[in-house]
C-alpha cells in the first residue's frame, strides 16, 4: 500500500522540518523513509534527491563516519544502482562498506549486506568474476549470525544465479535449493522471491539434465519439456553439453 505510506511520510517530514528545522537529523530520517517509498515506486528521480539531501545532513550533523551516514550511502548508491549509474553507485558502496567494517568488524550483518550490494552491482553489469567473491563473504557473514533467515536466501539465490551465468550448474543447485527451503517456508507461494528461485532451480536442472527434478519446479508459462524428455523423467539421460544426473 504504497501510495498511503507515500502521503504519511511526506506529512510527517513537513511536520519535521516546520518544527526542528531543515537540517535536523530526524528530518534527514524523514527524508530517508520518503525517498525509500519513492524508489520502491520505480520513482527515482524523485527517491534520488532526498537521499542525497539525507545524506548530507547526517554528514553535517554526525560526523563522516556515522554509520547513519553509511546508511544513507548505501540508499544513495542503491539508487544510482537502479537508475543504471554503476559508476556513481560504486564508490558510495565502498565508502559505506569500509566504514561499516572499521566501526563494525569484519563478521556483521550490515557488512554482510554492504558486501552483497556491491556483489549486485558487479551482477548487475555482468561482472560475474567480480560479484561472486563477494556474495560468497557475505554468505559465511549470514551462514554464521542468521543461517535462516529471509535475508540469507536473499544472498543464496543471487549467488546461485551467478554459479548459472557462469555455466556451473552443479554449484547452483544446492545454494538455490537452500534458498528456497526458507523462501517456501516464510513467504506465500506467489511471492516474487519465491518464484525468482523456483525459476532458478528449474533452469539448474534442466541444464544438468535433471528433467525429473525440472518438472518439480516448472511455473505456468515456461518452457515445456518435450515428449522425449517426458518419456525419460523416470531415468533422466543427459543429451550433448549437459552434465549427466547423479
Known sequence: RRPEAEALYARALAIREKSLGAEHVEVASALNNLAGVYRDEGKFAEALPLFARALAIREKALGPESLQVAASLNNLAATYRSMGRYAEAEPLYLRSLQMREKALGAENLDVATSLNNLAALHDAQGEYDKAEPLYRLAL??????????????????????????????????????RAYDIRVQALPAKHPDLLATRHNLWAAHMTRGEFALA????????????????????????????????
Open 215 to 246: 518438472e518439480a519446479f516448472a511455473e505456468e508459462g515456461q518452457v515445456s519439456l518435450t515428449e522425449d524428455q517426458r518419456r525419460k523423467l523416470s531415468i533422466p539421460m543427459p543429451t550433448a553439453g549437459m552434465t549427466p544426473s547423479r
Open 140 to 177: 559465511k557473514i549470514h551462514d554464521r549470525l542468521d543461517p535462516a533467515s529471509l535475508e540469507t536466501a536473499g544472498v543464496l539465490n543471487s549467488l546461485g544465479a551467478v554459479y548459472l551465468e557462469q555455466h556451473f550448474p552443479e554449484r547452483a543447485v544446492p545454494v538455490l535449493r
